[in-house]
């Protein structure tokens, strides 16, 4: 199939018929394409009706087409393409260009859609960018399995397996991978794709990623089910792979790693960071972006579990804003922390008055209240990270976010070639593996300095 789309003169897309105002999101995206300079484009976003036409476009980006697995080769292989939607025609450069001009305007796109952030992400990385073989390589012609099944994970296909096999003949695996079998099982598959990537890569990045805690191919802890989550089970978690720049929670070590029992334990080395000896309520995402009245409930739950234990200083503001946001939020200045998080207390005084919420210790605010758009803005983006994960607390003062699963006991370890931290949970003679965490702090290489100095020893760890 690759041959084939290889050696096309032209790939016809086709997104369907005119619908959901498809016509103007064409348009919107031919005129976006005509402007000259930034200038012109913040001048485009600043007429009354853009608010709408973008909307449209995001519609027309959230088509079925673009969640596909299989077209990626199509597009990906193609010399050229255009797109067909209804009467309408577009090169496919000129659509997929709109998210790099949107890029230019982020501020102006936060401001237009503070209560719908995810509309964001539609029309920076969404529609034909979404097809675009790695979002990490764009450069490559081959890039490395992972990157590409991070890049695809959100996509569909009727046969799971389809979600390694599709993207195997367009990755940098595919002479190394081995036979395309379709008779083996998910649990085989899936178990072989981890172990090839930690192989080729000489790194566990690929241990961290979880799609959803639905156990339906009894896979091994460690190894990641690549299915969609179920539309009914919530907004989907947001991995901390997302990160720009990247995470190195193990500076530049390789992993150590053995597979044990028929390829189904990892044997690896790391460092034990501490004991979870605290954790705030869990949080999963549930309902339209709108409703923010049960994260603000989980929020002061986190910051009355915090404060019980330090004050609530600026300093601690600002470890606690950047736990909550796994980093996300990286200011230069204190105080645009502790502007975050007034906004968001700003925004509980108003909806969560008649609420019985014990709220502890709130920082003191600033005699310029943040707006309405700001406060939202503020919650919805912390929520983002907080989703299916909960604040915790060490038994030695680490602050952090792990996954909504973990519990007092488990231990927090840094893995040789793993850019994140984990969570890992004890067991008869072996660990089970929780998934990625958040420690403020502790995310670029400062537990490998205790190593070299000495302050630290590494432990081998078993995975099931």
């Known amino acids: ?106 501020s102006q796109l936060r ?91 000489q790194k566990l990045d690929v241990i961290c990623v979880k799609q959803h805690d639905i156990d339906q191919f009894s896979l091994p802890s460690w190894v990641t089910d690549w299915t969609r989550p179920p539309t009914l089970s919530g907004a989907v978690v947001i991995g901390l792979h997302h990160q720009v720049p990247p995470f190195t929670a193990s500076g530049t070590t390789p992993a150590s790693f053995q597979f044990l029992h028929n390829g189904y334990v990892l044997r690896t080395k790391g460092i034990v960071l501490d004991t979870i000896r605290t954790v705030g309520m869990p949080y999963k995402k549930r309902g339209p972006p709108s409703e923010v009245v049960p994260l603000l409930e989980v929020f002061h739950d986190w910051w009355n579990t915090f404060v019980a234990s330090f004050s609530n200083s600026l300093s601690s503001q600002v470890r606690f804003a950047r736990a909550i946001s796994c980093g996300s939020w990286s200011f230069s200045s204190e105080d645009e922390y502790a502007g975050k998080l007034e906004a968001i207390f700003a925004l509980s005084d108003q909806l969560l008055s008649d609420s019985d919420m014990l709220r502890l210790d709130p920082p003191s605010r600033s005699s310029t209240m943040a707006s309405s758009k700001e406060r939202l803005s503020a919650v919805l983006e912390a929520g983002l990270m907080m989703n299916q994960r909960r604040l915790f607390l060490s038994r030695s003062g680490f602050v952090g976010l792990a996954p909504w699963t973990a519990a007092n006991g488990d231990i927090v370890c840094v893995l040789l070639g793993c850019r994140s931290p984990v969570v890992l949970r004890r067991g008869k003679g072996h660990y089970a593996l929780i998934g990625e965490v958040y420690i403020d702090e502790y995310m670029n290489g400062e537990a490998m300095v205790g190593l070299r100095d000495g302050e630290s020893v590494l432990e081998t760890f078993e995975i099931h």
């Open 1 to 106: 199939m690759r041959a084939i789309y290889q050696h096309a003169t032209s790939v016809a897309v086709w997104l369907g018929l005119e619908n959901n105002g498809s016509e103007t999101a064409i348009q919107m995206a031919r005129d976006l394409n005509s402007c000259q300079s930034r200038e012109e484009v913040m001048a485009l976003l600043d007429r009354p009706e853009a608010k709408g036409h973008l909307e449209f476009l995001v519609k027309l980006f959230r088509r079925q087409y673009w969640w596909r697995i299989w077209v990626i080769q199509e597009v990906s292989c193609a010399k050229s393409a255009m797109v067909y939607c209804g009467g309408d025609a577009i090169p496919w450069t000129t659509l997929d260009s709109v998210c790099d001009i949107l890029n230019t305007v982020d």
């Open 111 to 201: 401001s237009l859609f503070y209560a719908h952030p995810s509309y964001i992400r539609t029309l920076t990385h969404g529609g034909p960018r979404g097809l675009q073989l790695s979002r990490y390589s764009p450069h490559l012609s081959a890039p490395p399995l992972l990157e590409l099944l991070l890049s695809h994970k959100s996509k569909k296909s009727t046969d799971p397996k389809d979600k390694v096999y599709a993207l195997v003949g367009i990755s940098s695996s595919r002479h190394t991978f081995g036979k395309i079998d379709y008779s083996l099982s998910m649990r085989e598959i899936y178990t072989h794709t981890a172990r090839h990537i930690i192989s080729t890569s």
